[in-house]
């Protein structure tokens, strides 16, 4: 005979938490906190052997099944001492799904079920509460009709409010036992007029009209869909827990309750809840009547009056703590508890791991290694890396008013409030007051870049997670909304328009990059404080993993950040963001303007100095590290000359005339930039521009070691390169000059030169290009642009339409799209090892600070991740995380 | 004992033309022409092996090859009565290299071997002419030292050139046997002075110096770069061959010409050729004397007076006659020989597959086939496809001049002559006046469709091989050379600048969309025609096919000349030129300027009539096949207006301000529109864009298939696919809409729903698409264009930096790069019939009409190609190749 339905309660159970795949998590949570001898009331689970086995055998169930299920109703009658539709002493039960995870979109819950005209009664007499009695009855008629019956919810809400208008009754409360007792009746009534026969008085067929609405919600569209798009096979099934009622509003004596054994705010070792006398579940959470503290030091901590559970029910609160102790002891984690006292006896009725803030997260990770609770790697694994950005900046305070103007994309974390600012210069000179300043554009540029230092937030209305304010946002530590569509930005009015409404230049406005509100006026925020916690549970992280992780940066200010952050060398250093300073875009100018490599030449020749400055002080910072440093990549064009007055000078440094100039500047005018005369093909087109940029390294780097007996290595990455010819063609440029420079010096130097893998072709010619490269970096970006045929710059457009659809789980720019992106790169890993075993490979995509993604790179083999300095805590943690996994 | 070497002359050869792999190409012809008992100047071959064993054993011979040698000269000395070194009669040869294939970079050819002091004068004696005698010396001793030696070949002609000016003379011809004697003299002493040992004497030395030089060069640098880059084994080696000497120049019974059996340029079956009397091969070709004709006929064509060789050397003409004969019988082609007559006697010296025009290529291969001397098949792959083009467009008369002002890409073939015209209008109105119009642009768009109609020809200085105008261009059979980046286009002034020299509106240019050629003024072109024997050719072509041709067509036009030219129907009509007539524009617009739903729907309402209408003129004309309709694809704001009046007129019919429609184009502007808010993307975001196509192809194949009794199949195609819920989705809408639609008109219709294959990701995931796909079209543009990360119109930039630097051995958008983006095209269509069996899959890239792309499409399985209408030709002869290969 198979055993259909396990019994729990009563100080006992015949399953455990780890039978979840036959009892369902609630069923296995119900037997576990039962084996723990804590006062569950008592129940069974049906398990999900049975749904699979009612789906296989054309929707009947076990032959045996009535019998066992008929048996366990009789165990909870004798341990309550009720009985199932007694007309004295009536046992009323819930009836609720359970599959192996939480399912939405199944049927849920069905309480006392049991009453019917009779039960009613007796519970009525029992609670001494005929009001509660028959409100119970028709919330019970309600819900299994709804639920069970399929008779709309809204028809019994109508004649709620019909018998309310009638009687002149605002509020539920206000109603009596004979209203209630009326309502049941034309509730009954109500269901017999929409189904064409009665409300089943029959407490049996009550139990399996539920049991059944239970298993065949398992088979509806929206749990099917919910299941496809998890990924959840349609064979696991649920399983369903009936379980005996308890009611915490029979009287004084009576409390609900919810609990969590630490402070899941501050995360501390402090009982943290609260209770109310004479009530139900629900009315904790309804927020009609004040939940009182659970403590009396929490009561009198927030200055409150009315006693704590404490106080008032000293001996339940002891039995209550002691079941906290034992629950967090068991479970070795934080608990959410739930609970109801009936005439004075305790009953559990849920525990769950508590959610908690990141903050709590850490501290109770790291205080439950001190007290030897949990080991470090269970702390590791305890902290969601995502959520320390919510440790590294500064957030909105939660109890503050925030008046929402609109949503864009949570570009770069933290929080940030100041005066709208429309140019980069006025930023700059703005914050040189003491003033705070969000710099608002449609969409930045690398010229910007002066003012996003200056400003305490960036707000653009275009770009997407990846757009160049997102990026360089990030990768200074500046909070950023970016694509907020809605807002029309007017640069020669000075106005911001939105939804009707009209912001000024120099009005004040916050944004939170945590969740992309773009809010009017002040909002107070939030100071991260990073303690020895964050410290200590870093030190274990780094114990832990194996995937070296470095950062994105090119500014000595970013790379001190990282280093800090405990970035372990530069992962990516964007050459072209030193190009941009107001003393050397002039020269850049006059190279990209130049028809001839005569008239680059000289201009680069002015250019080599200030670029060997920039890698002098960046290689200072991180010596004895390498660094990444990826030759030119954008197209020319965005150094293009802007206004009239950057055209006259740029005239005047060439000594040629304006009409040359515009000629030249729209020749250089690209459809798709990003598609277009960049990257490698530039050093292919321009080799003098390679060869300054090499020069500037390998220059930079010998000075250092000289300096400072220490060197970095230099690995000179060349980009966008799609076939092999490419990498040879510069491979050779670059090692001839390098060596011939190296030489003359005298000094000794190790550098290494490779290729971002970044185009689809690259990833599929992997093994040939493999051959030309001493390492190997995927630029996810543009590997995701050009897989999806997507601009992040224009992605905004269509990616609401997107998630809204299901379309993509997640912006694909933040989260490394496994199947497509990530093939390409586990292709690229293979064929770059089969031709060079031991090939050096990393990653300098945005994705390198995603912890899923930092997951993939781990199981994938890469030797680094690399991402903006304020990630680099995210990544450790993601790694060690990885690595446990 | 090995055999190292083969002999041929004299009527027999122990070789043949089967053992290229072990005599090289040279070698095994020389054989055969003996074989066949033609008059080959006696020799032998030193085999391949000899090479492969010369560098497997420390570049050292077999040791009995010098005894194997030594016997086959001796052999020579015996057929010709010559010996080798004799003082009196003797024996010359030459020495050349000769690999399984011809192979730049090695030792070619080494002349008059066995000269030296002693038997330049036996030859001076034996030729009667001393300075032929001493001028052949010195060339030997010049050759031998710059090939064998490694002296430098300048080195010789700066003493001739100081000699000359010594005795004040000017050419070469002028010098007397003396000069030649003094010259034979000092070169050998230069030589002597540069090695520091004199000029081998030995004739020994002399040829054993040649044989090493010729082993020695298979390993030199460029030849081992040649190898590399065209995948040929280091392991094949090369031969040498060593052949008596004959003269065509030792008196006036001797002559030097060169003949082709047929006419290679018209391809008539009557002897070609041209030859000198007293002459060396060198002279035919370098034009210090005019070569004379060799039949009487050609001749009296010509209206020339010098005799034909025909006239004057009948009974040699006759030998050689037969000599064509058994040739052209023998290979089964036309040939091409080189042939040497010494004091009468007839001396064949080489015979291979004479090159031919197009035209000629397609006559002679099918009088061939109806003279019984090859099969159909054979025929079918003598012609190349890509040389079809010549014969379905004017191409330029070679003998006219050209004034050559810069060179773009051959985006369209075909030559035209017209007066510069800068804009569509005016290229409209000048063409109705009877006017040929080159129409110039930058770049075009699809609103310039109506002009580059009206021109003969187009000219762009932006945009690649796939850009707007390119495609376009082909698709109509306009003349197109795109990317002429040298161009300066300056709209205002109506000028073009190039070079320095300026073009005005209206002047002439030429354009040769074959070559890439913009020239100045009115060049000849030559129409073409197309006779019975083009048809007779196809038609075998179409018995032997496997794939399916289809055309991209959308306009009447372009279909009717598809079918004419033999399209099994369309694979691609791109719906969105559909949308440029000037009486939808304005409804176009007033749907993208609209910012909701109802307002899009209002225009989308005055566009399904007309949408309608273009399908029902369409499916007319395609009836009875099947017709892909690709729904609109992209980005919106190409649709945007340009000019004050465009906005003002769009203003008015939707009744808002100028204000807010510039920032609504300003909204919709792109920085990338290729990756941006286009293809599918637009369906999910505005289904009624695709609801509204969807019910217009619907109800016009419903139409005609009422009307004509015989309905198109329409096959509607979702663009720019990433992932299978986007089709998923699509999908529903359209069979949804359609399913209504059929069912309410009580007729029977198939229709299949479909996508292009077109992005990385598509491609990775058609395993998972199929499942929602009819169809699959891989859109093969764009999937160069994001798999290369280039954009076809930017490509122009730095195109041909590649092309010369061999990065590219083609452009990526003319032929498909089989490695990387035919990798994805394999992985696609795996998966995709992994998932449906027997799924239909196209291409409908431009790649369509390429030869050796159809040649990749037929071994991967594909169902169909597609192409514009004046490539269909050439994919039909492609797919007949492909499928005989």
């Not at 009453?115 to 001494?128: E, F, P, Q």
Request: proline share 4%; hydrophobic share 40%.
């Amino acid at each position: 005979m198979n055993k259909w339905v396990y019994n729990f309660g009563d100080g006992s159970a015949e399953g455990e938490a780890s039978m979840k795949n036959l009892l369902g998590g609630k069923g296995a949570n119900l037997a576990e906190m039962s084996n723990l001898e804590l006062p569950v009331p008592p129940g069974f689970t049906i398990t999900t052997e049975v749904c699979t086995a009612f789906y296989d055998n054309n929707n009947t169930y076990p032959s045996d099944l009535a019998q066992q299920v008929s048996a366990s109703i009789s165990i909870i009658e004798k341990t309550v001492g009720a009985k199932f539709g007694d007309e004295e002493n009536p046992l009323l039960v819930s009836v609720r799904s359970g599959a192996r995870v939480s399912m939405p979109g199944m049927m849920d819950t069905v309480l006392n079920l049991g009453l019917n005209d009779i039960t009613v009664k007796a519970l009525a007499k029992k609670s001494g509460d005929e009001r509660f009695a028959y409100d119970s009855y028709r919330r019970f008629i309600q819900m299994y009709s709804d639920v069970v019956l399929g008779v709309e919810h809204y028809l019994f809400e109508e004649l709620l409010e019909i018998h309310k208008e009638e009687n002149g009754v605002v509020l539920d409360t206000e109603l009596e036992a004979e209203d209630w007792k009326a309502l049941s009746k034309a509730f009954k009534e109500k269901t017999e007029e929409e189904l064409g026969h009665p409300f089943p008085q029959d407490v049996n067929e009550q139990l399996w009209g539920a049991i059944d609405a239970v298993f065949g919600s398992w088979m509806i569209e929206r749990a099917m869909v919910y299941r496809r798009l998890h990924n959840i096979p349609h064979t696991w099934g649920t399983a369903v827990n009936v379980q005996s009622m308890v009611f915490g509003n029979m009287g004084d004596d009576c409390a609900t309750g919810v609990a969590f054994t630490r402070d899941p705010s501050t995360g501390e070792n402090a009982y943290y809840g609260e209770y109310l006398i004479n009530a139900q579940g629900e009315d904790v959470v309804a927020g009609i009547r004040t939940p009182q503290y659970l403590t009396k030091s929490s009561r009198e901590a927030a200055g409150a009056n009315i006693p704590s559970m404490e106080e008032s029910m000293p001996e339940v609160y002891n039995e209550l703590a002691s079941v906290f102790q034992k629950l967090e002891a068991h479970y070795r984690d934080m608990q959410d508890i739930e609970f109801t006292v009936q005439q004075r006896k305790l009953w559990i009725l849920q525990t769950r791991s508590g959610k908690r803030t990141a903050p709590a997260a850490l501290k109770i990770a790291v205080e439950m290694v001190h007290d030897n609770i949990i080991t470090k790697e269970e702390a590791l694994l305890r902290v969601d890396p995502g959520a320390l950005d919510q440790l590294l900046h500064p957030t909105l305070d939660p109890e503050a008013n925030r008046d929402v103007l609109t949503k864009g994309l949570p570009a770069s974390p933290g929080a940030a409030s100041g005066m709208v600012v429309f140019n980069a210069d006025e930023a700059e000179e703005l914050s040189k007051d003491g003033k705070s300043v969000i710099l608002v554009r449609i969409e930045t540029s690398p010229e910007d870049i002066h003012g996003m230092h200056a400003a305490c937030g960036i707000l653009t209305s275009r770009g997407g997670m990846t757009s160049h304010a997102a990026v360089v946002a990030r990768g200074m530590g500046r909070p950023c909304v970016s694509g907020a569509g809605a807002l029309y930005i007017d640069m020669s009015q000075g106005t911001i328009t939105v939804a009707g409404r009209t912001i000024n230049k120099h009005e004040i406005v916050t944004i939170d990059g945590g969740n992309g509100e773009v809010m009017s006026g002040e909002v107070a925020t939030i100071k991260p404080e990073l303690g020895g916690h964050f410290n200590e549970l870093m030190g274990w992280a780094d114990n832990v993993r194996l995937l070296n992780v470095r950062t994105n940066a090119e500014t000595p200010l970013d790379a001190s950040a990282a280093r800090e952050f405990g970035a372990e060398g530069i992962g990516l250093s964007r050459t072209e963001h030193m190009f941009f300073d107001a003393d050397r875009i002039i020269n850049v100018r006059q190279m990209i303007m130049s028809e001839d490599e005569t008239g680059r030449r000289a201009a680069l020749e002015k250019l080599l100095p200030v670029q060997r400055e920039d890698f002098i002080e960046l290689f200072t910072i991180m010596k004895g590290l390498p660094v990444t440093v990826r030759l030119l990549d954008p197209p020319l064009h965005e150094f293009l000359p802007h206004t009239d007055e950057d055209f006259v000078d740029v005239a005047k440094v060439m000594n040629v005339d304006m009409a040359f100039l515009k000629r030249r500047a729209e020749e250089l005018h690209e459809f798709n930039p990003m598609l277009g005369h960049r990257g490698c093909r530039l050093g292919i087109s321009y080799p003098e521009i390679y060869e300054m940029q090499t020069r500037a390294i390998i220059e930079a780097a010998l000075e250092v070691s000289k300096t400072l007996g220490e060197a970095v290595v230099p690995e000179i990455m060349v980009p966008l390169v799609g076939t092999r010819k490419e990498l040879e063609i510069l491979r050779k440029l670059i090692c001839d000059l390098a060596e011939d420079i190296i030489e003359k010096s005298g000094i000794k130097l190790d550098y290494m030169v490779g290729t971002m893998i970044e185009l689809p072709r690259a990833a599929l010619q992997a093994g040939e290009i493999a051959n030309e490269a001493d390492f190997f970096s995927f630029g996810t970006n543009d590997l995701t642009q050009t897989t999806y045929g997507i601009s992040r710059d224009d992605s905004a457009y269509f990616l609401n339409d997107y998630l809204k659809a299901d379309i993509y789980d997640q912006d694909p720019f933040v989260s490394l799209d496994q199947d497509g992106v990530g093939e390409l790169v586990i292709i690229g890993v293979e064929r770059g090892r089969k031709t060079k075993p031991g090939l050096k490979i990393g990653i300098c995509g945005e994705h390198g600070g995603d912890p899923s993604s930092v997951e993939f790179c781990h199981i994938n083999g890469l030797d680094y991740v690399s991402c903006s300095p304020y990630r680099v805590p995210i990544a450790r943690l993601a790694a060690a995380q990885a690595a446990l996994r």
